[in-house]
């Protein structure tokens, strides 16, 4: 596990007669100073830098994706406040292991020492594991620093969450890996046998992870080539790196939220483009699918009635045409639903309804719209003073339907957008013939 560094360090690549030593560990920060990146975390107003300037370190858990930094930072921590630093993984550890390590930090303890826990892949302990350290965070045996891919929201218990600082860490950016692979060449002493163009393909392959440009670098020195290779001459010798994508933690939820709103933001190009990363990341087209199915219902509503089926005919084509054509139509489907006019007006009326009918419990409906099939319900008054909508002038009786106790509310206010300026007119009509019935 290494990481990333901004100042150049003398280090023999070799041990003796051990193998060489990798890049990325040869590179590895010696204080929080030669971090590269993670400014909003490192700062001198940042958390962590006003932790240690007040001489007051919390426990925390690092959020962020792969190569940023999360134990590197954990383990030159342990150094700035003069801890012992304990790291164990939460894939291969397991309770008799936890109980090991306390008993150890207790010990330690005892003899004026603390002890930094860091502990990679912590959301991948369950929740009595989680809870184990607890009274060890309480009584002051361990600082826990844990490290996770995944929204430590849904995945670390809310009594850790309770005694554990959040922080997140950022992908990095060009000018970050930029200055990584600068620092590389140093150490190796020579240049990269790349173009601009290359060199600007090779840091973008390795989408943010410095672990990864550094193993990539390390492949593009060993190469034995005359001049500078161009793109595709590197597209050739080094298989691009699969973007990062999980389809079933945050990375499949970000991307379907960026998808869903620029749909609703009305960006066919920004919505193609989030749709085309999903699937080049190995999403299923079912299930997006089914998400424009639901954006048609939720956010263009009836304001484009059509909006809806041209959704289902892309779906209904997909599964007749397979991969690859069938996404075509799926695409085709995210453009109509990017142009098409918008209203959320049917959503919220549907909220508004179920929470007055949740407010109005039992609340029977009024007795001049209940059918009387049998005489005592006749005489109870069921039916009496209905009045037929088609015998009446416009077609319209203006009766109340709500309940007798209900004050009659606004629960669907179209706009004035795409097919619902329509309905508009027609409710503002029916209003004022209600009004005028009333009178």
Not at 124 to 134: I, P, S
Request: hydrophobic content about 40%; aromatic content about 8%; charged content about 25%.
């Amino acid at each position: 596990m290494s990481d990333l560094f901004d100042t150049p360090a003398s280090r023999d690549s070799t041990t003796g007669g051990a193998a060489p030593r990798p890049l990325a560990d040869r590179l590895r920060p010696k204080t929080l100073a030669e971090v590269i990146g993670q400014d909003q975390v490192l700062g001198p107003e940042a958390p962590l830098g006003v932790m240690l300037s007040s001489g007051s370190l919390s426990s925390l858990v690092f959020w962020g994706p792969p190569g940023v930094g999360k134990t590197t930072i954990a383990r030159l921590l342990a150094d700035e406040t003069d801890l012992h630093f304990v790291q164990i993984s939460a894939i291969f550890t397991g309770m008799p292991e936890l109980r090991k390590v306390f008993e150890a930090a207790k010990m330690r303890r005892a003899n004026g020492k603390g002890t930094l826990l860091f502990v990679d892949e912590i959301h991948r302990f369950n929740k009595a594991q989680q809870d184990g350290f607890l009274p060890h965070m309480e009584d002051g045996t361990i600082l826990l620093v844990g490290a996770t891919t995944e929204n430590p929201s849904f995945e670390l218990n809310a009594a850790v969450l309770s005694r554990a600082q959040v922080l997140v860490l950022e992908r990095l950016a060009l000018s970050d890996l930029e200055r990584l692979a600068q620092r590389a060449e140093g150490e190796l002493d020579r240049a990269m046998p790349l173009n601009g163009l290359a060199r600007e393909a090779l840091l973008e392959m390795a989408d943010g992870d410095g672990r990864a440009l550094l193993n990539l670098i390390e492949q593009v020195m060993a190469w034995k080539v005359s001049g500078k290779l161009d793109v595709d001459q590197l597209a050739t010798r080094l298989m691009r790196r699969a973007a990062k994508y999980d389809k079933s933690g945050d990375e499949h939820y970000n991307l379907i939220s960026a998808l869903h709103k620029s749909v609703r933001g009305s960006d066919p190009d920004a919505a193609l483009y989030w749709y085309s990363r999903m699937l080049e990341g190995g999403e299923d087209p079912r299930y997006l699918a089914r998400r424009l199915v639901r954006m048609a219902v939720e956010d263009i509503a009836l304001a484009d009635p059509q909006a809806q089926q041209i959704c289902l005919g892309a779906w209904e084509t997909y599964e007749r045409l397979g991969s690859p054509e069938g996404e075509l139509a799926l695409a085709q489907a995210v453009i109509y639903l990017a142009l098409a006019p918008k209203t959320n007006a049917g959503y919220a009326a549907y909220k508004a309804a179920r929470a007055l009918a949740k407010k109005t419990g039992s609340e029977p409906p009024p007795k001049h719209i209940l059918n009387a099939p049998t005489s005592l319900m006749a005489e109870q008054g069921y039916g009496d003073g209905y009045q037929y909508d088609h015998d009446a002038e416009d077609g319209f009786s203006g009766q109340n339907y709500f309940p007798e106790g209900v004050k009659r509310p606004v629960l669907y206010s179209p706009v004035e957008r795409g097919y619902e300026r329509e309905l508009k007119r027609r409710l503002d009509y029916f209003t004022k013939l209600r009004l005028s019935r009333d009178g």
